[in-house]
Antibody, heavy 121, light 107 residues
Framework: EVQLVESGGGLVQPGGSLRLSCAAS????????MNWVRQAPGKGLEWVSY????????YYADSVKGRFTISRDNAKNSLYLQMNSLRAEDTAVYYC??????????????WGQGTLVTVSS | DIQMTQSPSSLSASVGDRVTITCRAS??????LNWYQQKPGKAPKLLIY???SFQSGVPSRFSGSGSGTDFTLTISSLQPEDFATYYC?????????FGQGTKLEIK
């Protein structure tokens, strides 16, 4: 069974930093791309960042570029999101998602339960 | 960036009804369109990928169609567990973008 378990969320002051982790199990982690997707309270879904299976390709949403860093450790089956210079508008539930490209069309086929990040003084 | 627009934003329907949700892309995206279902307090779940292909385990009452800029998600006979928020998402280009969501409520 595919499982994605996020951790590391919490309350942080504006300008602060936080590191999210996602522990993956139930599949060969090293062969899948991974993403972070967030959802502000009461709002819709926003893609945040992508990392390829080998970490050779990395992309960010403009809203987090230069502040967030995605990384992975295939030996530990883990995905990370280092978040610096946090702003109130970064307050959201952050989901770790697996990327699957069946038939050439990519989707987020499995999602973790999410971890809440609150940026407030 | 490709903008995704869903309609309606909310919808009231009854068990057994046939429901259609529309998603429009700001430019042609071929069939690079996915649909997700999200229930309150839960993570989204992939329902349909590549516009019309079922994710494993998704009931056959769900169907997707469309290509280019216009897509639809249809639920043929609403069940109580289908009341949720539905999102479309394009995977044609980065950044991946979602529609604003359609909240399906019980009438």
């Amino acid at each position: 069974e595919v499982q994605l378990v996020e951790s590391g969320g919490g309350l942080v002051q504006p300008g602060g930093s936080l590191r999210l982790s996602c522990a993956a199990s139930g599949f060969t982690f090293s062969t899948y791309s991974m993403n972070w997707v967030r959802q502000a309270p009461g709002k819709g879904l926003e893609w945040v960042s992508y990392i390829s299976s080998s970490s050779s390709s990395i992309y960010y949403a403009d809203s987090v570029k230069g502040r967030f860093t995605i990384s992975r450790d295939n030996a530990k089956n883990s995905l990370y999101l280092q978040m610096n210079s946090l702003r109130a508008e970064d307050t959201a539930v952050y989901y770790c998602t697996r990327g699957d490209c069946t038939g050439g069309v990519c989707s987020f086929d499995y999602w973790g339960q999410g971890t809440l990040v609150t940026v407030s003084s | 960036d490709i903008q995704m627009t869903q309609s309606p934003s909310s919808l009231s329907a009854s068990v057994g009804d046939r429901v259609t949700i529309t998603c429009r892309a700001s430019q042609s995206i071929g069939r690079y369109l996915n649909w997700y279902q999200q229930k309150p307090g839960k993570a989204p779940k992939l329902l349909i990928y590549a516009a019309s292909s079922f994710q494993s385990g998704v009931p056959s009452r769900f169907s997707g169609s469309g290509s280019g800029t216009d897509f639809t998600l249809t639920i043929s006979s609403l069940q109580p567990e289908d009341f949720a928020t539905y999102y479309c998402q394009q995977s044609y280009s980065t950044p991946r973008t979602f529609g604003q969501g359609t909240k399906l409520e019980i009438k």
